[in-house]
C-alpha cells in the first residue's frame, strides 16, 4: 500500500504503533516494524541508558525503520529525546511542547519528526517547525 505516510517514513503499511509508556516496549516495536507498520518506542518510563539499550534491542531485533518518543513535558524527557538524537533513530515523536530543535538535529542525519499534537492550533503552530526534509 502507497501512501503519503509510507513513502516519508519508509514503511509499507500506514500503521503506527503508539509510544505507550509500559507497552510500547522494543519487541512490540520491532514486531511492529517486521510486519510493516512503523512502531514506536516510549521512553517516558526510562532513563536515558534504559532508552539506549532499548534503541539497541530493537536494532537488534529489526532493520526496518522505528520510531521512539518523548513527551517533552515530563522528567528526563529532553535527555531522553538527545539520546534518540545520538542513536540517530530514524523517526523521533514528539508532544507537548516545542520540539524544533528536534526537529533540526534529526534532519541532519536523515531522520524524520512527528509532532503530537492536541488541538488544531497546536498543530498549526507545529507544522511551522517540523518538514518532511
Excluded: C, Q
Excluded at 522505528?66 to 535527555?79: C, H, K, Q, R
Excluded at 488544531?120 to 503552530?125: E, I, L, V
Aim: proline share 5%.
Amino acid at each position: 500500500m502507497k501512501t503519503r505516510i509510507t513513502e516519508i517514513l519508509g514503511i509499507k503499511y500506514p500503521i503506527l504503533l503508539s509510544g505507550m509508556s509500559w507497552v510500547s516496549v522494543p519487541k512490540l516495536v520491532a514486531a511492529v516494524s517486521n510486519a510493516g507498520g512503523l512502531g514506536i518506542l516510549a521512553t517516558g518510563p526510562l532513563s536515558t541508558d534504559e532508552t539506549r539499550r532499548a534503541v539497541h534491542e530493537i536494532r537488534e531485533l529489526t532493520d526496518k525503520p522505528f520510531g521512539a518518543n518523548a513527551s517533552l513535558l515530563f522528567p528526563g524527557a529532553t535527555e531522553n529525546a538527545r539520546v534518540l538524537l545520538e542513536e540517530k533513530v530514524p523517526v523521533i515523536n514528539f508532544a507537548l511542547v516545542k520540539g524544533g530543535w528536534i526537529v533540526e538535529e534529526a534532519h541532519k542525519y536523515g531522520g524524520k519528526v512527528l509532532a503530537t499534537v492536541v488541538n488544531h492550533r497546536h498543530a498549526k503552530k507545529s507544522k511551522t517547525m517540523v518538514r518532511t526534509a
